[in-house]
C-alpha cells in the first residue's frame, strides 16, 4: 500500500513561531502537494512539487515556504505562525504517467491539525 | 480558470435511501474527475475516477458517478445509503502536474 506519513498528528504553537511540518511518501512519487483544509472551504493548493528541489506556488503560498531536498520527503514551513494559519494540513502525492497524463490518484496522508494561540 | 462546485455542504439521508451529492465543474479541456471521501480525522480516500471513455464509473463501497458533458455534472450515488457512509465527500478536478482542484465538500449525515 502507498503511504503517506506526517509527522504529526496535533501541533500546538505559539504566534510568532517557526512552524515545520513533515511529510513522507514511500512509493516513489514524483509529485507532492501541501493543502490545507478549512470549513466550508474544501482543500486549497498551498505549494507543489514536481522534482526534487522543484517547487511551484498553489493558490495561497503566502506565509509559507516548503522544502524538497529528497524525493520522498515534502515539508512544509510556516515561517513565522499567525492564528489565521490554525488550520488542517495534508499532504498528498502522485505519480506523474509517461506522456503527462492526468489521472493518477493522489494518495493522502491522515493531516496535521495545526493551532497557533 | 478550473473550478469545481458542490452544490449542497451538507445532506442528510435516511438510512436506505439514495445518496446523491452535486458536482459540477468548469474546464476548457477533457476533465480529469475524482471523488474522494473524508472520514473523521482521516485524510482523503479515493472513491471513484473519470479519465475517458464510460462515463458511469463504479466506485469503492456501492458508489458510482457519471460524467454528462452536456451538463457539466459529475453527481456522486448510491442506491441505500449506510451508516457508515456519514462521511465528507469531495470533488475534484486534476490540473497540471496532477495537482487537484477541490470543491467545498459536502458533509453526508445519514440517520436511522
Known amino acids: 500500500d502507498v503511504k503517506v506519513t506526517q509527522s504529526s498528528r496535533y501541533l500546538v504553537k505559539r504566534t510568532g513561531e517557526k512552524v515545520f511540518l513533515e511529510c513522507v511518501q514511500d512509493?516513489?512519487?514524483?509529485?507532492m502537494f501541501w493543502y490545507r483544509q478549512d470549513p466550508g472551504l474544501g482543500l486549497r493548493l498551498i505549494y507543489f512539487s514536481y522534482d526534487v528541489k522543484m517547487k511551484e506556488k498553489g493558490d495561497i503560498p503566502e506565509g509559507y515556504s516548503v522544502s524538497r531536498e529528497k524525493k520522498e520527503r515534502f515539508s512544509l514551513i510556516l515561517e513565522s505562525a499567525s492564528t489565521n494559519q490554525t488550520s488542517m494540513y495534508l499532504c498528498?502525492?502522485?505519480?506523474?504517467?509517461?506522456?503527462?497524463?492526468?489521472?493518477?490518484?493522489?494518495?493522502f496522508g491522515q493531516g496535521t491539525r495545526l493551532t497557533v494561540v | 480558470a478550473q473550478s469545481v462546485t458542490q452544490l449542497g455542504s451538507h445532506v442528510s439521508v435516511s438510512e436506505g435511501a439514495l445518496v446523491l451529492l452535486r458536482c459540477n465543474y468548469s474546464?476548457?479541456?477533457?476533465?480529469?474527475l475524482f471523488w474522494y471521501v473524508q472520514y473523521p480525522n482521516q485524510g482523503l480516500q479515493l472513491l471513484l475516477k473519470y479519465t475517458t471513455g464510460a462515463t458511469l464509473v463504479k466506485g469503492i463501497n456501492g458508489f458510482e458517478a457519471e460524467f454528462k458533458k452536456s451538463e457539466t455534472s459529475f453527481h456522486l450515488t448510491k442506491p441505500s445509503a449506510h451508516m457508515s457512509d456519514a462521511a465528507e465527500y469531495f470533488c475534484?478536478?486534476?490540473?497540471?502536474?496532477?495537482?487537484?482542484?477541490f470543491g467545498a465538500g459536502t458533509r453526508l449525515a445519514v440517520h436511522p
Open positions: 498528498a502525492s502522485s505519480l506523474t504517467l509517461a506522456g503527462g497524463g492526468l489521472n493518477t490518484e493522489a494518495f
Open positions: 475534484a478536478s486534476a490540473g497540471g502536474y496532477n495537482k487537484l482542484i
Open positions: 512509493m516513489d512519487h514524483e509529485n
Open positions: 474546464s476548457s479541456v477533457p476533465p480529469y
